[in-house]
């Protein structure tokens, strides 16, 4: 075949390929996909990119980070970027930096970004840029997924594939679907006059706009909060209206209520300054519209008496009957500041992703484990995965999701790729030290509280132990299935807690006495504090579900709350380190501490049973080498005892029939 004859019979096999496309069903096929190419959708890509998997990003902007270009909308980020803690620890360092994604380039820490403790928004825009740019993620700009669907298939690693089709009509055939579009949709509350209110998303951002006006704000939270801030000094008066009552984060621990940073409002309403707060059902009330272009609230029932063909003038108002009315004056604007909703439009029925509860509009219905309650393989990643800890961590944020998404990857790379859940295994002698140091240092453990947790899987006769980092708590039934791991000999479950009693809307956080100092009072802890959890088999799946109102896990075999301490430093040795020892020796009926090789030299010759530290240490040529500053610590403490300086003392004890020792106290307490 010559040359010409084989360039015209290739061209033609490309455009019978071309043409055949669409009639053969063949779509572009990744491994995984993941749909918003935001903080979470882009935290997903850099773990799936690291491990060499084949996947594509989907972003309907030009680029990442689309939200941040117009939200907040007042511009001022309430995510804490604390560059400076005094510690040289990175891990330790990102608990108070809650705007980094997690990467092995330090040069990708949000404090290169911003100076500012609360940043611009537009530095996160710029960050995330970055972020994509320096990992080279794959994102397919420009693309906006209008509809999801399932496509049965046995072949497939969850049965089916996941079908998404673009705005262009273009389909993409995917194994694992993986959702970061985060909230988009405004809620809004539908209730007569709703019509007349202004969006957060749309209402102007120039306070000039706002000069001499009265304005009623609807909702409590930041967004409403935010928004008053910016108008507060051009306004006649603000009156913010909702259900519920305020809830301060600071009371409540949770970040993602009313931030300090927001709540100027407070001070003029308490202060009496002209503006409010007040609570009631927006469903039950109404806006009309006055002749003159004011807003005035009416009851709900009072519009539904009045006729059709009634002015908007002589409709009932509740002043009428009561004029003491709260909201009696006439408004000049009503800005809607309702939060947001998942937006399920572009997901067909099949995929079952609706939820029926609390959350039906707000958040898609997943598991613990961050996967779909109806389809298998389709993962909520970011704050559309909320639902898992709403009001009660922080994984509706970076600072917290960024760890559940790598929990999500570790267990996708269990499943379709075999490779277990990370753990790192260590000789039972260094048990509380890796508990220490994590309880110290562990950022996922800290933000996450109480939805992540350590865990220490025992091996046979307690030797040795498996340490699994950040492990969603409430899958722990499954574990051995999600990770890969067995747990045949008992586990140790570590967790942050703050008191069951402490936190809420209603509680005076700054009571006198609310600190607990004493070891002996520790499960009396207010503050964050680490709590061990330990049992003897994992929890069935009965027990989680069916475990104590307020408790995070089943009642264990045994409970270990380490005190709170103020600095969060948990390494005093008698008020920290000691009872966790004396805790962890009692469930493994072991001695854990440890020990000079002159004492485990000494045991070897007076002992049954060695200790595990000369067991596993001494015995094996393991241990501290020794130096002149390590033995005289020793003698100085009177573990050991200053041989090269007993002299005359040696030769008085040849002379004395009882000797005092053979060089150690074993009732003292070791390093």
């Known amino acids: 075949m010559g040359l010409a004859a084989a360039r015209l019979w290739g061209s033609s096999v490309l455009l019978l390929t071309l043409t055949l496309y669409p009639v053969l069903g063949l779509h572009p096929r990744r491994d995984y996909c993941v749909l918003g190419a935001g903080p979470a959708g882009l935290q997903m890509a850099a773990f799936l990119q690291q491990a060499g998997r084949d996947y594509a990003v989907f972003e309907r902007s030009s680029a990442p980070g689309s939200f941040f270009t117009r939200y907040p909308r007042h511009r001022k980020l309430i995510s804490i970027n604390k560059r400076f803690t005094g510690k040289a620890n990175a891990e330790f360092n990102l608990r108070h930096d809650w705007n980094s994604l997690l990467s092995h380039d330090r040069s990708l820490l949000f404090r290169h970004y911003s100076r500012a403790y609360f940043p611009d928004a537009g530095d996160m825009v710029r960050y995330l840029r970055d972020f994509t740019d320096r990992l080279g993620l794959l994102v397919l700009y420009n693309t906006t997924i209008v509809h999801v669907t399932l496509d049965k298939d046995p072949r497939a690693w969850n049965g089916h594939y996941f079908i998404l089709t673009d705005h262009k009509g273009q389909t993409y055939r995917c194994s694992v679907l993986l959702v970061a579009t985060g909230l988009s949709v405004p809620n809004q509350v539908d209730f007569p006059g709703s019509e007349y209110t202004e969006g957060y998303e749309s209402v102007s951002v120039d306070p000039e706009d706002f000069v001499g006006q009265n304005v009623l704000i609807l909702g409590h939270g930041n967004s409403a909060f935010e928004t008053a801030k910016n108008i507060l000094g051009v306004t006649n008066f603000i009156h913010m209206l909702s259900r519920s009552r305020v809830r301060l984060s600071w009371a409540t621990h949770y970040v993602g209520d009313l931030r300090a940073i927001n709540n100027g409002l407070l001070d003029t309403y308490q202060l009496k300054s002209l503006d409010g707060l007040l609570e009631s ?94 389809t298998r393989g389709l993962f909520v990643l970011g704050t559309a995965s909320h639902s898992v800890d709403y009001r009660k961590s922080a994984g509706g944020f970076i600072h917290g999701f960024r760890y559940t998404v790598r929990a999500v990857h570790r267990l996708l790379e269990h499943r379709h790729h075999g490779i277990a859940w990370p753990c790192t295994k260590y000789p039972i002698a260094q048990l509380t030290s890796s508990i220490v140091r994590r309880v110290n240092e562990a950022s996922g453990l800290y933000q996450m509280f109480s939805v992540l947790a350590d865990v220490i899987l025992l091996k046979e006769n307690a030797t040795a132990f498996e340490f699994l980092e950040e492990f969603p708590m409430q899958m722990l039934p499954q574990l051995e299935t999600l990770t890969g791991r067995t747990a045949k000999h008992g586990l140790f479950v570590i967790n942050m807690e703050y008191g069951k009693n402490f936190s809420g809307p209603d509680k005076d956080v700054f009571f006198h006495d609310r600190s607990v100092g004493h070891m002996r009072d520790a499960w009396q802890s207010n503050f964050l504090h680490p709590v061990i959890y330990y049992y003897r088999s994992l929890p069935t799946e009965q027990e989680v579900r069916y475990r104590p109102p307020r408790w995070p896990l089943p009642r264990p075999t045994a409970i270990h709350h380490i005190v709170e301490d103020f600095l969060t430093d948990w390494t005093a040795p008698v008020g920290h380190i000691l009872p966790l020892r004396r805790f962890l020796e009692n469930c493994l009926d072991t001695d854990l501490r440890s020990f000079y090789a002159e004492s485990c030299f000494l045991f070897v010759l007076t002992r049954q049973k060695l200790p595990p530290f000369c067991q596993q240490g001494y015995l094996q040529k393991q241990g501290l080498v020794a130096t002149e500053s390590l033995q005289q610590h020793g003698v100085e403490s009177g573990l050991l005892r200053d041989y090269a300086n007993m002299g005359q003392q040696l030769e008085d004890s040849r002379q004395q029939p009882h000797d005092q020792g053979l060089g150690v106290d074993i009732n003292r307490e070791e390093l």
């Open 281 to 374: 059902d927006l469903r039950d009330l109404a806006i009309v519209k006055d002749g003159k272009g004011k807003f005035h609230i009416t009851l709900k029932f009072f519009l539904e008496e009045a006729s059709a063909n009634q002015s908007a003038d002589s409709i009932p108002l509740p002043q009428d009957d009561n004029d003491n009315f709260a909201m009696r004056v006439a408004y000049d604007r009503v800005i809607r500041c309702l939060g947001w909703n998942f937006d399920f439009s572009i997901f067909n029925d099949s995929l079952q992703l609706a939820s029926r509860g609390d959350f039906s509009k707000k958040y898609p219905l997943i598991r613990a484990s961050y996967e779909s309650r109806g």
